[in-house]
């Protein structure tokens, strides 16, 4: 069993950055991980997602913008640029095969 705890959401202007860091309750740097993200109405997406052995791959709306990585530990992070208001969603951390955080909001003004 393993408890993932997400932070650093918030309110932020379009264009601004925001880190996101999710922290497990036990080493996990054997599983992949990823972000997701649920916008209201709207089905929870994949961001991003990292291996265990660092590899990653983004959806497409985020390439270029936003950056996913791990330490050998228990943490992961998102580092988000450019933000859009169309980023606008509760963040989620989940850890493969079916651990997921409680979420974070992140609030993209125009």
């Known amino acids: 069993q393993v408890q993932l705890v997400e932070s650093g959401g918030g309110l932020v202007q379009a264009g601004g950055s925001l880190r996101l860091s999710c922290a497990a309750s036990r080493n996990i740097r054997f599983n992949a991980m990823g972000w997701y993200r649920q916008a209201p109405g709207k089905q929870r997406e994949l961001v991003a997602r990292?291996?265990?052995?660092?590899?990653t791959n983004y959806a497409d709306s985020v390439k270029g913008r936003f950056t996913i990585s791990r330490d050998n530990g228990k943490n992961m992070y998102l580092q988000m640029y450019s933000l859009k208001p169309e980023d606008t969603a509760v963040y989620y951390c989940?850890?493969?095969?079916?651990?997921w955080g409680q979420g974070t909001q992140v609030t993209v003004s125009s």
């Open positions: 990292i291996t265990s052995i660092g590899s």
């Open positions: 989940n850890l493969e095969p079916n651990y």
